[in-house]
């Protein structure tokens, strides 16, 4: 009975986010670009209803500003709950709306979508098509999210959707001009310079240290002795009493944790660029 | 009061008599014969003997002298009583004022190689002597060597380093027998790791370690001079014992010496020491297998079995730099040579930049290059 409640409730959540996204376009504006997907006909889609229908109209329409001007998508979809649809994480659950609804422009069908689960304020970030994973790195990713975090963590959802769009069209733009956002390509490290500048600093200061007082000790040998291994008898050791008793024995079970972004393979590695999972999307989630 | 010297002499020229180490056996230096130590010792039993009762009377007197001396008569300076002898040189007959623990040296002004065999009375005769084996060229030369491969040294100090003073000295030792007793307690564990599925499962056992027993030390050195920095004698350890030879003044020609002026028993607390850690270390050792291992209980006590009384080599050697002293001792026998040497602070930083610039170069690369 527990189980068919369940799956009632998860079907009419997903006939619900359905018609939200397939009705939606009916009841708002005119300014339909059939031309841009196949599947969902807004780039905004606030199934979770935290937007007022003016802030929607914004978003949209700056939303789909920016992707026409690049060619990328640039999508918001917000659920109530992202386990109402998909038993699997918020990242499946974005991949797969992405998926179904055919979104993404041109025919590889680019395009970047954040997605937000309000329960337990859960975000995915993610992109598709090689044009999004030219623009959106792993590194731009992270920067994208830095904008728009902040907002989210103070309910201010409007201002946290403004935010992603503008960074997405400073990431197209930069990509479209052949610079794309990402740490730079002769970093063979993968670390930040600020980190690179302390390790180098803390790691041959402390070798240099380390070398100089052996050297100043060996100017300095003349030491009271405390031991007398010298003067040992041989065969003078005598263990008369070698006694181990076991006295009681512990056990403790772990859960190896997984990352979510490991799951895929990479194509940039740890030195740059883009890492696109075995579903062909990159990107990354978390609590907002 | 003038005390005995014993001059050795030459029994071919009357010249002084040296011991020399690198061949084992008493050198004269006017007419260049050498004769071994049991020939002169035999040649000096009998002016040994009455020295030796010299002393005695002499102790005895000391002590009647003090008995009926009156307080106000202490009041007047006495050499002894600071600590100090007066000695006639046998040779030039030059009045010597010594160190009391002094038993062998040479006369300031003739430059002959005295004993002082009354030092060597009774309680204060060694059971042993080890000889020199390494000459003072050698020793000068190993000063030289020293320096070498120390690019922390300033330059000047190997430059314009002048000796201010090389002697070979018999330093009093005790050789203290032992035997370390005790037991120790430990609690241990070992720790088994295994994945099963996505659980990380780790069983940690727990033991109740102990070990009980001894040790048995030989010839632990403690010096007995107070003369003598502890820790430059404990650093030109170990000397190699199995060439102990039952004392005789004839291996003392040439070099100085000392009688002990600390006693077994308060030397012994530093080899009591020393064996009761090694002993410690030797039952820790002895716990292996575990994951850690932490001490509980320790219970352990050297116990003094048999002390022995002996002069070991040492070539003293001192300079001074920058208006302080520096001194490094040598193993007469072994050759092993120390001292703490001073450390220039422009050599260190310049170094210690040259090492960080190295290191910081590659790494640099391969974080901004």
């Known amino acids: 009975m527990k189980r068919f409640l369940h799956f009632l409730a998860s079907f009419l959540s997903a006939v619900l986010l359905v018609c939200i996204l397939f ?14 997907s196949q599947g969902l006909q807004y780039y905004v889609s606030d199934a979770a209803g935290i937007l007022s229908r003016e802030k929607w109209e914004n978003l949209e329409h700056e939303a789909e500003r920016v992707s026409q001007q690049y060619g990328c998508g640039v999508y918001i979809v917000t659920v109530q709950d992202y386990r109402d649809y998909i038993s699997g994480s918020v990242r499946n659950c974005a991949e797969a709306f992405y998926s179904q609804y055919g979104l993404g422009l041109g025919e590889n069908r680019d395009g970047s979508l954040l997605f937000l689960s309000m329960a337990d304020r ?28 902040d907002n989210f963590r103070q309910n201010d959802w409007y201002g946290g959707f403004s935010d992603y769009i503008k960074g997405c069209e400073q990431l197209l733009s930069r990509a479209a001009s052949g610079n794309p956002l990402d740490q730079p390509q002769s970093n063979r490290s993968g670390v930040d310079h600020g980190m690179g500048a302390l390790i180098t600093a803390l790691v041959s200061s402390l070798t240099a240290l380390g070398v100089c007082q052996g050297m100043k000790r060996k100017m300095k040998p003349v030491r009271q002795k405390t031991s007398a291994e010298d003067y040992v008898v041989r065969g003078g050791i005598d263990l008369r009493l070698k006694r181990d008793v076991f006295l009681n024995r512990t056990v403790t079970r772990t859960v190896i944790r997984t990352d979510d972004r490991n799951t895929g393979s990479h194509s940039g590695g740890h030195f740059g660029g883009t890492t696109v999972n075995s579903g062909g999307f990159s990107g990354h989630s978390g609590k907002f | 009061m003038a005390s005995k010297l014993t001059n050795y002499q030459c029994p071919s020229c009357t010249g002084p008599l040296r011991y020399d180490g690198t061949i084992g056996r008493l050198q004269c230096d006017y007419c260049g014969s050498s004769f071994a130590t049991e020939e002169i010792e035999h040649l000096y039993q009998e002016q040994l003997q009455h020295a030796e009762q010299a002393a005695a009377e002499e102790v005895a007197a000391a002590i009647h002298a003090a008995e009926q001396a009156q307080p106000e008569e202490s009041a007047d300076w006495d050499g002894e009583n600071e600590g100090m002898r007066l000695y006639n040189c046998p040779s030039c007959g030059a ?21 002082v065999p009354s030092q060597f009375h009774g309680m204060l005769r060694p059971d042993y002597i080890l000889p020199f084996h390494i000459s003072r060229e050698e020793a000068l030369k190993s000063l030289k060597e020293y320096y070498r491969g120390k690019p922390l040294l300033p330059k000047r100090f190997a430059d314009a380093n002048h000796l201010e003073e090389i002697k070979g000295v018999y330093v009093p030792f005790w050789l203290f027998d032992g035997r370390a007793v005790g037991d120790m307690s430990y609690r ?25 027993g001894s040790v048995a030390f030989t010839r632990i050195p403690a010096d007995g001079s107070r003369k003598m920095p502890d820790e430059l004698m404990d650093s030109i350890e170990p000397f190699d014992f199995s060439d102990l030879k039952p004392f005789s003044t004839a ?16 030397s012994f607390e530093r080899a009591r020491t020393r064996g009761e850690n090694t002993a ?16 509980t209980g320790r219970n352990m006590k050297l116990l003094r079995e048999r002390t022995a009384y002996a002069l070991l080599p040492v070539w003293m050697l001192s300079t001074k730099w920058n208006g302080k002293n520096f001194i490094f001792a040598m193993n007469g026998q072994t050759g092993r040579f120390v001292g703490d040497l001073p450390v220039s602070s422009g050599r260190y930083f310049a170094w210690f930049a040259g090492i960080a610039a190295a290191v910081a170069l590659p790494l640099a690369w391969f974080f901004f290059g």
Do not use: K
């Not at chain 2, 720790?191 to 069983?203: D, F, K, L, Y």
């Not at chain 2, 291996?251 to 308060?266: H, K, S, T, W």
């Open chain 2, 188 to 212: 241990a564990t070992r720790v088994h790791t295994v994945q099963h599925g996505n659980e990380m499962i780790t069983t940690t056992e727990y033991y109740d370690v102990r070990r009980a």
């Open chain 2, 280 to 295: 410690e270390r030797i039952f820790d050792s002895s716990v292996s297998g575990y994951a850690t291992v932490t001490p």
């Open chain 1, 122 to 149: 859960d975000y995915s970030l993610i992109a598709y098509g090689p044009g999004a994973h030219y623009a959106f790195t792993d590194y731009a990713s992270g920067w994208l999210a830095e904008g728009f975090l």
């Open chain 2, 95 to 115: 009045e010597l004022v010594f160190d009391s623990t002094t038993a062998a040296t040479s006369c300031p002004y003739c430059g002959n190689p005295t004993v």
């Open chain 2, 251 to 266: 291996y003392m020609p040439g070099y100085m010496a000392d009688i002990y002026d600390v006693d077994d028993r308060e």
């Open chain 1, 23 to 36: 009705t939606m376009p009916a009841s708002a504006e005119e300014t339909q670009d059939m031309s841009r």
